[in-house]
């Protein structure tokens, strides 16, 4: 069972551009969050960035951030932010090998059957993305 913690990891992760722009997004990566002794607030935002002249400047923008952070989630989920100085993944720097070939029907109806009880719409949607993906680039069935 994933947790408020997994839920708020899982999106700050995945929505990072949206809270801090393209530009900080390029040069940041959100590594965890270590939550205060209650468990929902209070947080500690790792945050790695590539640049120590990137990093004075997120020292300076921290208040910022953190609001956009909290203003993202509804809640003050984040405190403060600890900085991490180190080389950021690589894995939007271009294509990685061949795209996914669209399903089959049957993959299509499969996949819609197994995430047909999700209510989320938007992990729903994630769901669907995922699977096709995977299912994308195994081997055709038919």
Known sequence: MMGQHGFTHGAIVTKWPEIVGDVMARHTQPEKIVFSRDGTSGGVLHLKTDSGAFATELQHKEPLIVERINTFF??????RIKLIQGPLPTTKAGPQGSPPRPLNKEEAQNLAGTIANV??????????????????RKKATD
């Open 74 to 79: 509804g809640y003050r989920a984040v405190e």
């Open 119 to 136: 209510d989320d719409a938007e992990i729903k949607e994630a769901l669907e993305r995922l699977g096709a993906n995977i299912l994308g």
